[in-house]
Nanobody
Framework: QVQLVESGGGLVQAGGSLRLSCAAS????????MGWFRQAPGKEREFVAA????????YYADSVKGRFTISRDNAKNTVYLQMNSLKPEDTAVYYC???????????????WGQGTQVTVSS
């Protein structure tokens, strides 16, 4: 099993930046693709970004492409989401998740963190 704990959320003004972290337990972190998802009030959970197990391949939702960067440090069992040029519509609870296959579909992801709130004020 993999346990995931997100951190780094908070309140930021539009145009600002935040860096989310997701710390994973277990010795098999490097075997999993990792993803970030978000869920705004009254909306379905949506894909944000994914990174392959070795960190070579990344994939982004169109809404965040060019503004967000996903990365990972397998030695530290941690995945990151650097968020720049934040917009009010980025406001949501952000979740990290682990999957045995790389991709954007929620169904691929077996393990989820508890989420961290990101609020962007206008």
């Amino acid at each position: 099993q993999v346990q995931l704990v997100e951190s780094g959320g908070g309140l930021v003004q539009a145009g600002g930046s935040l860096r989310l972290s997701c710390a994973a337990s277990g010795r098999t972190f490097g075997n999993y693709a990792m993803g970030w998802f978000r869920q705004a009030p009254g909306k379905e959970r949506e894909f944000v970004a994914a990174i392959s197990s070795g960190g070579v391949t990344t994939y982004y939702a169109d809404s965040v492409k060019g503004r967000f960067t996903i990365s990972r440090d397998n030695a530290k069992n941690t995945v990151y989401l650097q968020m720049n040029s934040l917009k009010p519509e980025d406001t949501a609870v952000y979740y990290c998740a682990a999957a045995q296959r790389f991709g954007s579909r929620l169904a691929y992801y077996d393990y989820w963190g508890q989420g961290t709130q990101v609020t962007v004020s206008s």
